[in-house]
């Protein structure tokens, strides 16, 4: 069976592409070719399409032509060869794509267009920063660390110099289960944990300027504090 392939450049049009694919109920194989990338190889991942789909490929590719370059598709053929003419038009046309749009390749994959912030990943779309355009602080960071696209840890910035808060998802399920807080001197001054993984932080502990330590519970786990102490 014919089939042919698409190289995303870059997570937002690989998730992107996915999407518009299972809306569309076009069967495809994936493989994340940024986890790790191999050497030389810069595209973030890849999607194998049987060749009956190509019509409909097509169609989406033709819908997420963007001007600005934040969708950079490449396409090749299957072990197979064919002589059917719309196979050559579709690859023909993903060439001229790639080759229209590859010149903003590098801004478009780093820089995303956000109304208040620049969106920068790294080069293996492990972490991503949301730098405030105004001042060109940052405001959050996300780490995807193991990249199996969940973020494990949530970093938020007040000042843009130490975080002021850490979230972490430690078992990820998709929730944070613990917090840390920090002063803008990047001391600990508190945290908050949800103990039993059902989204409502039982416990806080806050450290205050006198040196005492507020702690405040949940024991009933409706979302409301019953019992608080100061030591």
Do not use: C
Not at 53 to 77: A, D
Not at 126 to 134: D, H, L, P, T
Not at 145 to 160: I, L
């Amino acid at each position: 069976m014919e089939k042919f392939k698409i190289q995303t450049l870059n997570r937002t049009a690989h998730f992107i592409l996915i999407s518009e694919f299972k809306h569309a109920a076009i069967p495809f194989e994936e493989k994340n070719m940024a986890n790790p990338p191999e050497k030389g190889e810069f595209a973030f991942g890849e999607l194998t399409i049987k060749l009956e789909f190509q019509n409909e490929v097509q169609s989406i590719l033709t819908q997420l032509n963007n001007p600005n370059g934040y969708l950079i598709f490449g396409l090749e053929k299957g072990k197979r060869q064919s002589s059917n003419l719309i196979n050559y038009a579709l690859i023909g046309y993903a060439v001229i794509i790639t080759i229209l749009l590859i010149n903003n390749w590098d801004t478009s994959y780093n820089q995303q267009n956000h109304r208040n912030f620049e969106i920068i990943w790294n080069h293996n779309n492990s972490i991503v920063e949301y730098i405030q355009k105004n001042n060109q602080k940052i405001y959050l960071r996300y780490y995807d660390e193991n990249q199996d696209r969940n973020f494990e840890k949530v970093e938020e910035y007040k000042g843009g110099i130490n975080p002021s808060s850490i979230s972490k998802d430690k078992d990820e399920n998709g929730y944070f289960e613990d917090i840390s807080f920090y002063n803008l001197n990047g001391d600990f001054v508190g945290k908050s944990i949800d103990k039993d993984n059902d989204q409502i932080f039982e416990f806080y502990e806050i450290l205050l300027e006198n040196g005492k330590v507020l702690k405040l519970y949940d024991k009933n786990n409706n979302g409301q504090f019953d019992f608080v102490e100061i030591r």
